[in-house]
Each structure stands twice: as structure tokens, then as C-alpha cells.
């Protein structure tokens, strides 16, 4: 039985279940069972499995974070949103790139979904600000966004926090400024989660779960050190023991 402790850094991490097909992923679910972690659907495994995959995940009593990244004209953000609250997701994303009146639309969205079903419960709505691909080379010359990364994603957490907004999507070197420039409560969802030795992949601004949890991030999002791991229980349960 896990202790306490345990059970609260398991409530920290959301496992990307970046996967092709619903079986690949309902292998990696079954081998984490009874781990309360949250589980995260992102477009891959979204438009392969489709919302029956995500209802089954709760049926089970996981918590989801669904990683759509919304970025749209506002009225269709609207509907996207009102959509995925019917699921029943604890989580959900839009790019903050769309603008305030965009990320209002979300929360609309999320409004007419719960004033319509009262059992459903109020997912978190939160903002991407970058991707933690995005290095200071991509966001100058190729996005086209002068100043720092760190300039911009505070900029994008900030509008995020106007439009209501519980919090953003980060990587973990920003959660200090974000933070400070949006209050405790604002919560920081951190993918570029890599535990000590593994594989940097395609992540450009990246801690170690001890590291990202120093720095007071809410959630991290961990993906391939899991996924790609010879066995992803005991992999998991190395990184809650390096949390506690």
C-alpha cells in the first residue's frame, strides 16, 4: 500500500500516454494500476481512440488531463471546450497565443457544459505559453517573437491569468517567474521532465522531477522515460520515491 506521501507526489505527475492506438496505451495503463497518478491524452492517441477512451479512463477513476491545445477562431474554442467538459476531463488545454477573448470563449464553453449537467465537475483550463521545444533560436527567427523565452512565457501567463484562466503550461525553468508574476494558486503544468540519465529527445528546457518540484511546480508531465522504459511501473514508482 503506498503511504500518504506517496500517494500526493503520484498526484503530481500526469503520464503521457503518447500512443498510437487505444491497445498500446491500455498496456501501459494496466501495468500502472492502482498508481493514482493523472493520465494524459494528447491529439495522438485523441484522434486514434476517440472520447470513449478518455470516458473509459475515468470510468476506472483517473484523473485526465487532455492535451488538445485548442487555437482557433473564439466561437469554435468555445464549442471544443463545451465538448471535451461533457467527457468529464479534469484538464484541459488552449494555445494562449489565441488571444483573451479566445481563452474567454473556453471558459464559455466550459459554462454551458456545466450549466446544462449538473453532475459534471469544473475541469482546470489552462493555457500553453511554449512548447519546450521552442528554443531562444526558434521563438526569435522562426516564430518571430522578439525578446527572451522566459519574457514570452510570462507575457502569455500573464494574459492567461486576464482571461480567467487557472493556469499554464510551462517548462519547469519558468515556474519561479511565472509565479511571481501570477500568484501560488496559478498553477504550472511542466513537461521536459527527464529523471537523471535519460534521453533528452526533442525537449530543449528540461529539470529532473526533484528539480522541477524545488522549483514548485504543480504538475509535471512525464511521457518517454515511462513510456519507453523496460518496465514503466517501476520507473514510475523510482521517480514518486525521488519526490518524496
Known amino acids: 500500500m503506498m503511504k500518504r506521501n506517496e500517494i500526493e507526489a503520484a498526484g503530481r505527475v500526469m503520464v503521457a500516454l503518447d500512443y498510437p492506438d487505444a491497445a498500446a496505451a491500455e498496456a501501459l495503463v494496466r501495468s500502472l494500476e492502482g498508481i493514482p497518478c493523472y493520465m494524459k491524452v494528447g491529439m495522438q ?90 528554443s531562444q533560436s526558434v521563438l526569435n527567427t522562426e516564430i518571430g517573437l522578439s525578446g527572451s523565452v522566459e519574457e514570452a512565457v510570462v507575457r502569455y501567463a500573464k494574459l492567461a491569468k486576464q482571461a480567467g484562466l487557472g493556469g499554464v503550461v510551462a517548462s519547469p525553468q519558468e515556474v519561479q517567474i511565472i509565479k511571481a508574476a501570477c500568484g501560488n494558486d496559478f498553477k504550472t503544468i511542466t513537461p ?53
Open 45 to 134: 492517441l485523441f484522434y486514434a481512440a476517440g472520447p470513449s477512451f478518455v470516458a473509459g479512463l475515468k470510468e476506472r477513476g483517473y484523473k485526465v488531463f487532455l492535451d488538445l491545445k485548442m487555437h482557433d477562431i473564439p466561437n469554435t474554442v468555445k464549442g471544443g471546450s463545451n465538448s471535451v467538459t461533457k467527457l468529464g476531463v479534469d484538464v484541459f488545454n488552449v494555445h494562449a497565443a489565441g488571444g483573451i477573448q479566445m481563452m474567454e470563449a473556453a471558459l464559455e464553453g466550459v459554462e454551458a457544459a456545466l450549466s446544462g449537467d449538473s453532475s459534471l465537475k469544473r475541469p482546470l483550463v489552462i493555457a500553453v505559453t511554449q512548447l519546450t521545444s521552442t
Open 192 to 244: 521536459g521532465i527527464r529523471p537523471a540519465g535519460a534521453a533528452l529527445n526533442d525537449q530543449s528546457r528540461i529539470m529532473t522531477p526533484s528539480e522541477a518540484l524545488k522549483q514548485g511546480t504543480d504538475y509535471m508531465v512525464i511521457g518517454r522515460p515511462l513510456t519507453a522504459a523496460a518496465d514503466p511501473r517501476a520507473a514510475l514508482e523510482a521517480i514518486i520515491k525521488e519526490l518524496v
